[in-house]
């Protein structure tokens, strides 16, 4: 993205100019002495068999800066843990997969359960957590990165960019949030974050004025992307939703523990093209209504930590500001495409529009309802207090799987 502004309260990383991956990667390299490096890959057995994952497995082949990669499989029988053995067996890196299905990490949850410190949800978030966990009981890395495993257009130059700010030893960077521009078969793309994310918050600041928690997710170009690195002491302290508040979940936790000054984006790709969630307007326990319903919850969970009181005469008002704001956006967008030699269906998009605005007022309702609702995963410092000796068992578990 040819612009060098920096915008909003967190630092901003650009791609100035096409710098050489290869010069990015014998920096990286010299910088893993000093700073090892994990990537983690959230990833369904069902992306074994897909188009994304072989192409990135292949990549990641000849990346050099990597000391270990740890691998989350989800919806897995035995026999296709083994066949995962074999696909991942290809990577020269030290690699584990965690086989979340498999007796030994089932064993761990159930002991986990006992305790009330076990995900209640099945899911990505519950997937990141347990590799978040082995990462700090393997003690091999100092920074991590994580990104999905559906990426149709992944290339080294993507991990380079994520992981670089965390890892360079000049920097004070504690997390790193991937950007990019959201694009396939010639239509703009990324609904959730258009229509949904960047609306809502204008509306909130507009009905409640400046806030300083919601200045902070305004500054994110992507607040949606799953592509993510932080330092991994910072493993220890984050608590992981386990719904699709995931990602912002993350950016709220983040803020709680450190400055803005500590945190930054980057430009990752030109184009980015993965999975495409269908807007399920039939039920809202799926797609895309099922993303923003939880998206939503958590904004306002979050902001009511920040002292903002909710009710239902407030959050009508919050439906009828935010869809009138994202219908502007929708010009704005369908503009930018035609100008750009893309499609923009308007019609799909206010249809769009009208189901988030419905999530909206039925988030808030289950906000008031369920005060005590707790979505967040316990964070790894609250479980290794209970359960001293987790990680390592923990870690047994992994390594015993993967013999």
């Known amino acids: 993205m040819g612009d060098f502004y920096q915008n909003g309260i967190i630092t901003n990383f650009h791609n100035l100019r096409s710098r050489d991956t290869e010069e990015l990667e014998r920096e990286l390299t010299s910088f893993s002495r000093k700073r090892p490096m994990t990537l983690v890959l959230?990833?369904?057995?069902?992306?074994?068999?897909?188009?994304?994952?072989?192409?990135?497995?292949?990549?990641?082949?000849?990346?050099?800066?990597?000391?270990?990669?740890?691998?989350?499989?989800?919806?897995?029988?035995?026999?296709?843990?083994?066949?995962?053995?074999?696909?991942?067996?290809?990577?020269?890196?030290?690699?584990?997969?965690?086989?979340?299905?498999?007796?030994?990490?089932?064993?761990?949850?159930?002991?986990?359960?006992?305790?009330?410190?076990?995900?209640?949800?099945?899911?990505?978030?519950?997937?990141?957590?347990?590799?978040?966990?082995?990462?700090?009981?393997?003690?091999?890395?100092?920074s991590v990165a994580m990104h999905d495993c559906d990426i149709l257009t992944y290339d080294r130059s993507m991990l380079a960019r994520l992981m670089y700010p965390v890892a360079n030893p000049a920097f004070n960077y504690e997390f790193c949030k991937g950007y990019y521009f959201r694009c396939a078969d010639g239509e703009l793309k990324g609904r959730a974050s258009r229509l949904l994310v960047t609306p809502l918050l204008r509306t909130l600041k507009k009905i409640f004025g400046y806030n300083d928690y919601l200045e902070y997710l305004d500054s994110y170009r992507y607040p949606l992307s799953g592509e993510f690195s932080m330092r991994t002491d910072l493993l220890n302290d984050i608590r992981i939703p386990s719904d699709w508040g995931l990602e912002i979940g993350v950016l709220s936790e983040v803020k709680h523990n450190f400055e803005t000054r500590r945190i930054c984006q980057v430009d990752i790709a030109d184009r980015y093209d993965h999975k495409h969630q269908p807007l399920s307007r039939e039920s809202i326990d799926n797609g895309l209504s099922k993303m923003t319903l939880d998206i939503s919850k958590a904004l306002f969970r979050k902001l009511a930590t920040c002292g903002i009181v909710f009710d239902k005469g407030k959050f009508r008002t919050i439906k009828a500001t935010y869809y009138r704001i994202a219908l502007d956006f929708i010009e704005t967008y369908y503009n930018d495409a035609l100008m750009n030699g893309l499609s923009l269906d308007r019609h799909a998009e206010e249809e769009a529009v009208e189901l988030f605005a419905a999530n909206i007022l039925e988030a808030g309702k289950q906000f008031l309802d369920h005060p005590l609702e707790t979505p967040f995963i316990p964070s790894w410092n609250r479980v290794s207090s209970a359960l001293p000796n987790v990680l390592e068992h923990i870690y047994e578990a992994v390594e015993k799987d993967n013999e």
Do not use: M
């Not at 499989?73 to 990577?91: C, G, H």
């Not at 584990?96 to 007796?103: A, H, K, T, V, Y």
């Not at 899911?123 to 393997?138: D, E, P």
């Open 42 to 142: 959230p990833s369904l057995y069902s992306e074994l068999e897909g188009d994304a994952l072989p192409r990135i497995v292949e990549i990641l082949k000849d990346v050099p800066y990597l000391e270990e990669i740890v691998i989350g499989l989800d919806r897995a029988s035995e026999k296709q843990f083994r066949q995962a053995k074999e696909f991942f067996s290809v990577l020269p890196q030290q690699h584990r997969i965690l086989w979340q299905d498999g007796p030994n990490l089932r064993a761990i949850d159930k002991k986990l359960s006992e305790h009330d410190l076990s995900p209640t949800h099945e899911g990505k978030g519950r997937n990141v957590w347990y590799c978040y966990g082995y990462v700090l009981a393997s003690g091999r890395s100092q």
